[in-house]
């Protein structure tokens, strides 16, 4: 994949300071010479047209983006007044942001949202009214009925860069093709960046743009300090938010919370995150044992397994502020780590013998239940699905490369193997407090925790990763696939002679 055009590193405000203090940051970024400052409106906040109007007269050259405007809660046309009016006020220098957050268009008891057309309709008219022109549109959403509206003043230019903010595959797809950028929200990982970016860029591809010609841009939490200790201690409030932020949404019909086997305190955090369908909650644990660990939902009596064997579950890995080391303290390093999550599930099947379906997770419990009883399961798999991680879905390396494969399972023993290679440091138990045991050729995962193995690819070829339970492996679905590039090793291994005949 080409390399994203990241080109600048912008600063972004959010709304949680004031707007007096996030003018006077916005001075200081001018001073030093930023391209460019971000301002936020999360719901219910600041007001993101008032801190633009601040910073904007308290400034001479720093762009000012605004990141981002909901098409929801303003209407398209009332966008672009206030865009222009900006401009004319302070200058030529901001850039739009647009995006129709799940969670602003809940607090305002919207119903039945269509976010991908929001940002299509509100992007046209937008960019229409910036140009200066004169917009009649009937949109699914948003009318400006003819003989149409224009902003009543001239917009000081056309052009107004266009950026959309969002997360969604469709949504990226439909947007790439007419933004002048796209960003990216706080905490995705580089993985996820990459993820998204395809996605825009299969939009750019069918619409024939070059994928240069848009800007991409990410949110980053960064925090300044000379002590380390406390750049970190600054930080967490600003990162538990965003990470730890649980949401039931409001479609659901129960109640779920997390258990982090990772965390110190009562049920993991489980009592504290108990939310309705339509609650949300924001939990701050403090990782004190570096290792890999389980998180499950836990809502109390038989809904624990239900939820568990429902596919609620995940690992939180915690290094070691030194980082991994071996038994004599020597680092150990890798290349590239992957996730893979057992799963076991108890589908039961109808008299036919086919699996059977059911509309809803409260309609399937009863017989669902009957199965778990037996303690047989009707599948186990990795990363949710049968083949998550084989075929397209397989897990890369190159020999040479080091990979750390951190395995859980959240309810049932199981027995990681990796077919033509070894565990070569194994923490079995999850625990990085513990030397690592080496050169495993099985190791084991218990039920309720999550352990991590180093293996350095020494051979290319296609690697089997499987629960060595085979009928597990091979029947119910507990297997994946390395992919491995790179030269062949005949010291390691040759086949001295090709089949044939037994000689009589
Ligand atoms: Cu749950």
């Not at 020999?399 to 049932?412: C, D, K, P, Y």
Request: proline residues 6%; hydrophobic residues 40%; negative net charge.
């Amino acid at each position: 994949m080409t390399h994203p055009p990241f080109r600048d590193i912008d600063i972004g405000l959010y709304s949680v300071s004031s707007t007096a203090e996030n003018r006077a940051a916005a001075r200081r970024a001018e001073a030093r010479g930023f391209r460019r400052v971000w301002l936020a409106e999360d719901h219910h906040s600041r007001d993101i047209f008032v801190q633009a109007t601040a910073v904007g007269v308290a400034t001479e050259t720093i762009e000012i983006g605004l990141g981002i405007v909901n098409p929801y809660t303003r209407h398209p046309a009332q966008i672009a007044m206030a865009v222009a009016d900006l401009e004319e006020l302070a200058g030529p220098r901001f850039a739009l942001g647009l995006g129709a957050g799940w969670s602003s268009i809940a607090a305002h008891g919207l119903e039945n949202p269509r976010p991908i057309t929001a940002l299509r309709e509100a992007a046209e008219i937008c960019r229409e009214m910036l140009g200066g022109g004169r917009v009649a549109y009937e949109g699914s959403l948003y009318r400006l009925p003819a003989p149409g509206a224009r902003l009543t003043f001239r917009p000081p230019r056309p052009g107004v860069p266009l950026y959309f903010g969002t997360m969604g595959p469709r949504t990226l797809r439909m947007a790439a093709p007419m933004a002048d950028g796209v960003f990216f929200s706080v905490l995705a990982s580089p993985a996820y960046v990459e993820h998204c970016l395809g996605h825009a860029q299969a939009g750019l591809a069918a619409a024939g743009r070059d994928a240069d010609e848009v800007d991409v841009a990410c949110y980053i939490i960064f925090s300044v300090d000379e002590d380390g200790d406390a750049a970190r201690a600054a930080a967490k409030g600003l990162i538990a938010h965003y990470l730890m932020r649980i949401k039931n949404s409001p479609d659901n019909v129960m109640d779920h919370n997390i258990d982090f086997h990772a965390s110190t305190g009562a049920l993991g955090g489980g009592g504290l995150t108990l939310v309705e369908p339509g609650q949300q909650v924001v939990l701050r644990w403090k990782a004190t044992k570096p290792g890999t660990y389980i998180y499950h939902c836990a809502p109390g009596g038989v809904m624990i397994p239900y939820h568990v064997v429902s596919g609620m579950s995940g690992a939180v890995m915690v290094l070691p502020k030194g980082g991994l080391k071996d038994r004599a303290g020597k680092a150990l390093r890798y290349d590239r780590i992957y996730y893979v999550g057992e799963q076991d599930f108890y589908v039961p099947r109808d008299a036919e013998g086919n699996y059977r379906k059911f509309e809803t997770h409260a309609e399937a419990m009863e017989e669902v239940f009957a199965v778990m009883r037996t303690l047989t399961p009707s599948h186990v798999v990795l990363n949710g699905k049968v083949g998550a991680l084989t075929g397209d879905g397989a897990m890369k390396a190159r020999v040479g490369e080091t990979v750390l494969i951190v395995h859980s399972q959240a309810n049932r023993d199981s027995r990681p193997h990796l077919i033509g290679g070894h565990g070569d440091y194994v923490w079995e138990a999850g625990s990085f407090a513990d030397p690592p045991e080496e050169g495993l050729e099985t190791w084991f995962i218990r039920g309720g925790s999550a352990g991590a193995a180093l293996y350095t690819f020494l051979q290319p070829g296609v690697y089997a990763y499987l629960s060595h339970n085979l009928i597990e492996a091979v029947q119910l679905g507990a297997l994946a696939h390395f992919v491995v590039d790179g030269k062949w090793d005949d010291d390691l291994m040759t086949q001295v002679s090709k089949p044939g005949p037994i000689p009589a």
